[in-house]
Nanobody, 124 residues
């Protein structure tokens, strides 16, 4: 069992930055690849970024490539999402998720555990 708790969301002006954190419980964090997803009102949850268990493989959605950076610290059981040059269309609830896999996972259905989400609002 893995419990995930996101933090770091908030209100920011367009062009600003936020850093999301996702703290995982349990001693098996290193066994999981991690991902960030987001869900805007009235829309489906969409993939944002994913990272393999070692951090050696990373993948981004085209919409955030070059602006967002995913990273993880296995000693702290934490995964991060650094978000720069934020746009109003980035406004959503951001979720972290864990998948029992060695490489990064893009398919939402393959994730085993989800956090409760943190709200990110970007004003224009």
């Amino acid at each position: 069992q893995v419990q995930l708790v996101e933090s770091g969301g908030g209100l920011v002006q367009a062009g600003g930055s936020l850093r999301l954190s996702c703290a995982a419980s349990g001693r098996t964090f290193i066994s999981y690849s991690m991902g960030w997803f987001r869900q805007a009102p009235g829309k489906e949850r969409e993939f944002v970024a994913a990272i393999s268990w070692s951090g050696g493989s990373i993948y981004y959605a085209d919409s955030v490539k070059g602006r967002f950076t995913i990273s993880r610290d296995n000693a702290k059981n934490t995964v991060y999402l650094q978000m720069n040059s934020l746009k109003p269309e980035d406004t959503a609830v951001y979720f972290c998720a864990a998948a029992r896999a060695l490489t990064y996972v893009l398919d939402r259905a393959r994730y085993d555990y989800w956090g409760q989400g943190t709200q990110v609002t970007v004003s224009s």
